[in-house]
């Protein structure tokens, strides 16, 4: 049998403190053609993972890597360019007036709010992606006046211009009416499909959120890994209760999931 392909991501042993155990002997990695779904409640260091995957904070022990390049080892800001991230935050950072297709086209270089216009070549990358995402009657709109749905998917397009090995939704459907929600759901669905798909890791409290198309789960619970693997494994009644410390009851019916707290 010929070696699996290597993980695009590798988290081995991370420990991370700030005052206090935060992350606790993290071990987790993520193969090509896997799509993830990190899953837990409040305080339980999803945040802080994913700070630590992306570079805007450094573990206290361990090794992460990602493709080929280590954190500490290899240019961080070269690693970063690797694993992208989409998440509520960035909306603050980018002017209102800011042209959508610049918006999108900014993903390149890992840049926000351009000082020249983008090429004609970005341009027209931006557009086919914007058409892609169902969103072409966007391509002349400025960011500001865009639905949080629209702004959702303006920052996936623009994290796929950079071609990431992986790329990280944090609470992706945060602010989305329940119409919304689904629309943007479906959208994720197919992205997942496209040939050029980055590995897919969604950040959620929400199992209601978890598709059909993610095939792998990693449960935290305090600081640490409570399970990690495929899907149908981990995602148990029995697990979600001890995650969530709490009893509850997990359904599942046509590829979606839905949580009851019992009692």
């Not at 496209?194 to 199992?207: G, K």
């Amino acid at each position: 049998m010929p070696d699996p392909a290597p993980p695009v991501l590798s988290v081995r042993n991370v420990h991370y403190r700030r005052g206090r155990p935060i992350l606790q002997g993290i071990d987790w990695e993520v193969r090509p053609g896997q799509h993830w779904c990190v899953l837990g409640p409040n305080g339980c260091g999803k945040t802080s993972l994913i700070n630590l995957i992306t570079g805007y904070d450094s573990a206290t022990e361990g090794v992460i890597q990602v493709g080929g390049d280590t954190f500490g080892d290899s240019d961080w800001r070269e690693v970063r360019k690797r694993v992208g991230l989409v998440t509520n935050t960035l909306t603050t950072f980018i002017e209102p007036g800011e042209p959508v297709l610049h918006v999108i086209s900014s993903g390149r270089e890992a840049k926000l709010n351009l000082w020249q216009a983008p090429s004609a070549t970005l341009k027209r990358q931006s557009c086919g992606l914007l058409k892609a995402a169902g969103c072409a009657h966007l391509k002349k709109s400025l960011w500001g006046p865009l639905s949080q749905g629209e702004k959702q998917k303006v920052l996936i397009c623009r994290a796929l211009m950079a071609r990431f090995d992986v790329l990280i939704l944090d609470e992706p459907c945060a602010g989305l009416d329940p119409v919304a929600r689904e629309h943007f759901l479906g959208w994720m669905a197919e992205l997942s499909t496209w040939p050029e798909s980055p590995s897919l890791i969604m950040v959620t409290h929400h199992v209601e959120e978890i598709l059909p198309c993610i095939t792998h789960v990693l449960l935290l619970r305090e600081g640490r890994v409570f399970a990690s693997g495929l899907k149908d494994k981990v995602l148990t009644s029995a697990a979600l209760s001890a995650v969530y410390g709490a009893p509850v009851r997990l359904n599942h019916r046509q590829g979606r999931y839905t949580l009851v707290v019992a009692g």
